[in-house]
């Protein structure tokens, strides 16, 4: 697509995700000096932001990406470079040749799976296992990945340790939007569990779930904990591999007040849709934060804000506002960069948002849009 400019947000087609450079760049740069002063590697999970218009900037500072699969495995490829680790639940026949060839780190995640492709795999690729520490600290069963009977990694129980002749890694993903003490919970469960098979290997994968941009993390905590690992660990490189922390606070998704209709309390309905364009905020759930806006009933004019999709569940919630909103007027949803664009349906046949990159010189970069073929091609 030739990427169209424009010099102002109301010129911007609607609705439309917005990701500031700058902001990225700042995370960017926060992650470098982990990966500087801890000396790790930190890859972008590409599950939870996979920008491709911006790799060019992430990867001046990041080592590579990890991708859950092939076809994130190919974009890591084609579009970011430098190193590709591919981990995912189960590996398929068909698709193991191209993952091999493409990933620096492949991944399984039980020894059926190595015993399967590790003839094909050997000597190409270096091969890990995810573990699982069976350390449950995160509070949302939709994303605790050491929940009970959780299908991802193995657990102590049942690790096979005459089987690890080909292994080189081991990889623990165990935590969500946490920060230093999640992890050094998780640590010296991995450690305690699967400690006495590490001076076997090459590399450990500390997995995502490091909230390292967001305002309240311990940055210095973290480059202390994983400098003691080193020490004690010297002749392993450390990787992390987080993708909300890379996507955190760059931008918004916008959109605008189709229409407001009366049921008991005013309701505006907008050009996006919570189940569409946001499903975190239903899945989750979470409340949103709209620029402006505050809870109901704070400011003078309070909304319930839906979307333009028939289900009656497609709500983002009830805002209130200084002054009254008007039909054609501008929604700023923040921080929709990470796990928002990955999710994204065309269910209802909805409109996808644009794609929108504001950069250094404060021009706006319509970098992608979607019509109706968008909505078709995934139909038949
Ligand atoms: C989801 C996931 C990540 C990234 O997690 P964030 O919460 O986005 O940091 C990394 N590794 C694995 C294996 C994952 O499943």
């Given at each position: 697509m030739k990427i169209e400019i424009r010099k102002d947000l109301n010129e911007l087609p609607s609705p439309c995700f917005v990701c500031e450079e700058e902001l990225l760049k700042r995370n960017l740069e926060l992650l470098k000096r982990v990966q500087d002063e801890a000396e790790v590697k930190i890859l972008l999970a590409l599950k939870g932001f996979a920008l491709w218009s911006t790799f060019d900037l992430c990867k001046e500072y990041l080592q590579g990406c990890c991708a859950s699969g092939l076809h994130e495995a190919i974009l890591a490829k084609e579009e970011f470079g430098k190193e590709v680790h591919t981990y995912s639940p189960a590996f398929k026949e068909e698709e193991i040749d191209e993952i091999i060839y493409i990933s620096n780190h492949l991944v399984f995640n039980s020894f059926n799976q190595l015993n399967q492709f590790v003839n094909k795999a050997k000597g190409k690729t270096s091969i890990g296992l995810r573990v699982n520490p069976e350390y449950s600290s995160v509070e949302v069963d939709l994303y605790n990945p050491c929940g009970l009977y959780s299908r991802l990694g193995i657990t102590r129980a049942n690790f096979q340790e005459d089987k690890l002749s080909e292994v080189e890694g081991l990889h623990f993903h165990a935590l969500c939007e946490q920060n230093v003490d999640a992890l050094k919970g998780a640590l010296s469960n991995f450690e305690e569990k699967f400690g006495e098979f590490l001076h076997q290997m090459k590399w450990v994968n500390f997995g995502g779930?490091?909230?390292?941009?967001?305002?309240?993390?311990?940055v210095e905590g973290l480059i202390q904990l994983l400098k003691d690992f080193k020490n004690r660990y010297p002749h392993l490189k450390v990787y992390l591999e987080p993708g909300e922390a890379v996507g955190w606070q760059t931008g918004y998704l916008m959109a605008t007040v189709l229409d407001i209709v009366e049921n008991g309390m005013p309701i505006a309905i907008l050009d996006t849709s919570a189940e569409a364009h946001m499903p975190d905020t239903l899945a989750m759930p979470y409340r949103a934060d709209i620029r402006n806006s505050d809870l109901p009933n704070v400011k003078k004019h309070t909304y319930r804000l839906g979307g333009n999709t028939c289900l009656a569940g497609d709500i983002m919630g009830d805002y209130s506002f200084d002054e009254p909103l008007k039909i054609g007027d501008k929604i700023i949803f923040e921080d929709m960069i990470h796990y928002t664009m990955v999710k994204t349906t065309t269910f209802n046949g909805i409109k996808l948002p644009s794609i929108v990159i504001k950069n250094d010189q404060d021009c706006y970069q319509i970098v992608n849009k979607f019509g109706y073929n968008a909505y078709k091609s995934r139909l038949s």
């Open positions: 779930g490091h909230h390292i941009t967001r305002a309240d993390y311990d």
